[in-house]
């Protein structure tokens, strides 16, 4: 007698791609952007930095945050120097 070989290639059927992207959908979080948590104040004087104001008197643009600061930059109302700024924290 003959024995019958098995048919077909022998793969499993149960583990067919339904054609669902997992893990396209999912990116990763970039909200690396300004943000309100970006505040400064002369901690002598008290004057608020605003990064979407700048210092144009001190050669600070608009839109610059304070980390982008020269070190050499001062407070344009006491002319404390920017180490003696404090970050406000909400
Ligand atoms: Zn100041």
Redesign the pocket.
Known sequence: MRVASVAGNGRPLSLQPLGAEVGVAYGPPMSTGPGPEDRWE?G????PYDPDEGDPDGGIPPGTRFEDIPDDWY?P????SKSEFVRIED
């Open positions: 002369c002598s004087c008290g004057t407070c109302v006491c002319g404390a």
